[in-house]
Every structure is written in structure tokens, then in C-alpha cells.
């Protein structure tokens, strides 16, 4: 319960599970929480990304595509980001701002680019505008299938935030 | 090096260690780049925090205070944050957007906010406005004491981007 995040924006004190003060913007269904993620993947610049290797969280910006399935990032081969999703095959994402976000866990598999099926770096370089596969030093792709994802933008939004569970969208 | 970070922004493909293509921005100094991380630290609302729990990674916004020496959160005591922080001693904070970034590497440690020293609790209530020990479900705080820190802007700003090195401050 992200209650000490809102705090501030709202000035009160917040009450886990309670009635919402002063909040005008209408609570979102889940149909359309998922039509929001989905435009902020087809079209954010980039995600933050978080790893984690024996208890040491790793979290950097990177820039994303999305084929429908997967979030496909790529980062260059020996950074821990890279390391750490290799080990443990978990990354999870935050999409948007702290105050409207898509929070995702997701299952990646790491491969180096140079490696790596045509639609996958194509659909990279068409978004991003980069083929990593052109970099001297050796990059890879993180492509991660979304297994849970949860998206609220206000206190209000706290219930019915899981949009996705054990890789299906949830119903509306 | 977060060169696939940059790409999309760039338009171009990024060259790790060239010289920058149409930035126009000027490259901070050490100096400048911690005046700015220390006035978002006093001013900004809040604060993505990585945790993790073997490979596992957890990542959540949350509103923070600074007493000038430690990064003030503060969450459930059952939350994935506050079990990993307790266990692991480990957090990574990003402050500000991933265009204008400062990731935070910090020791934190994990105290029930119902014990906490009052500078601590008088510090984050001032800040945000909200009091965890007026909650009912149990709160901790996690007091972090940054240990690293990387602050950029652009892709010109990653070489000198280590403004902090073993909780010191680097010369500028």
C-alpha cells in the first residue's frame, strides 16, 4: 500500500482503504487502466528497470519497444542489469510517472542482439531509432514477457490496481 | 552505460564515449551536478525505491524526506520493501525522470516508526505531511545513507556522472 507516496500529493493524511479527500479525477476500470499501459508502451520514450542479484537491486532508465508481447530493451552485455536478468530471468518495470504508473513483472529472457530473431531487433530499431547490433561493444536484448502488472495514479486507483496476473489481463 | 536510455531522445545512435550529436545542453560539473541532486532531495515529492530479495527485484514510488545525511521512507512493515530493505541493509533510489537522473546507492536501515528517534519522525512528517505512527496498520521507516551516486543528464554527462563514492561527496 504505497499510502506514504500519496501523502504528499494530497496533503491529508492518507487512510489506507478509505474514503479518498479532495480527489476529483474519476477512478479508471480496468479496461481502461489497460488501454492506458498500453499506450504508454507503444509510445513512452523509456522504462525504468529493475534487477537484483543476492539482495542488491540494480534500477536504471532504458529505453523500451513493445511487439504486443514483450517489452524488448537492450543494454550492453557485461552490465548488471544485463548480469542480473540473466541469472535470475526476473526484471520488473515501472512505466510512467509516480503519480500515473504501470508497475510490471516480468519474466525476460536475455539474448545477445547479435543473436537475436530479425522481428525482435526490428521492431527494437524501428522504435527506438538505435540497432544495437551496430555497437563495437557487444549488447544484448532483454525481451520480457509481462506476468503481473499493477496501475494506479491516485489513492483511489489503490483498489482494483492489478490489470494483469499470471501473464492474462484481468477482466474489466 | 545507458546508451540504449538515449537513443530514442538522440534520434541518432548513440556513439558510448563520442562526442554528443545536436545537444545543445551544457555538461554539469561534479559541483553543479550535486547542488542539483541535494535541491531535489530537498524539494522533489518523491522517489522510485528498488529493493530485492535474492534475484528478485521490487520497485515502488514513495514520498521521501532529507535531514541533510539520510533518505527518509517510509511504508508498511509487511510491505516486499520494507521485508527486503530489513533483510538485505540495500536500496537504489532514482530521483528526478529518466532524462535528468540520480541513482542513489544506499545502505538503509529499517526501524518500526513507533520506535524512531523523533528527528527522524519530526523530519518526515514536516516533509510530507503525514505521520506513520498515526496509522493503524504498523509502518517502518527506512533511513538509507547513501553510499553512491551517479547523476546525468545526457549522453555528454555520463563520463563524470559518480558525484558520490563511498558516502563522500567527489571533489568537483
Excluded: F
Excluded at 500529493?9 to 487502466?33: E, I, K, N, Y
Excluded at 522481428?119 to 530499431?125: G, L, S, T
Amino acid at each position: 500500500m504505497p499510502s506514504g507516496w500519496l501523502c504528499r500529493r494530497l496533503r491529508v493524511p492518507p487512510r489506507p482503504g478509505h474514503s479518498l479527500h479532495g480527489m476529483t479525477d474519476a477512478v479508471r476500470d480496468a479496461s481502461q487502466r489497460k488501454t492506458d499501459t498500453i499506450a504508454r508502451l507503444d509510445g513512452d520514450a523509456d522504462v525504468w528497470v529493475a534487477t537484483a542479484s543476492a539482495g542488491r537491486p540494480h534500477l536504471v532508465p532504458l529505453s523500451l519497444a513493445w511487439d504486443g508481447a514483450h517489452v524488448i530493451l537492450a543494454t550492453p552485455a557485461n552490465s548488471p542489469t544485463a548480469r542480473n536478468a540473466a541469472a535470475s530471468g526476473q526484471i520488473r518495470l515501472a512505466l510512467g510517472t509516480s503519480r500515473d504508473v504501470t508497475i510490471i513483472e516480468a519474466a525476460a529472457e536475455v539474448m545477445p542482439c547479435a543473436e537475436a530473431a530479425d522481428p525482435i531487433a526490428r521492431c527494437y530499431a524501428a522504435r527506438t531509432g538505435w540497432d544495437p547490433r551496430h555497437e563495437d561493444m557487444p549488447h544484448v536484448y532483454l525481451v520480457a514477457a509481462p506476468r503481473t502488472m499493477h496501475a494506479w495514479n491516485s489513492l483511489a486507483e489503490i483498489n482494483g490496481r492489478t490489470i494483469m496476473r499470471d501473464g492474462q489481463w484481468t477482466p474489466a
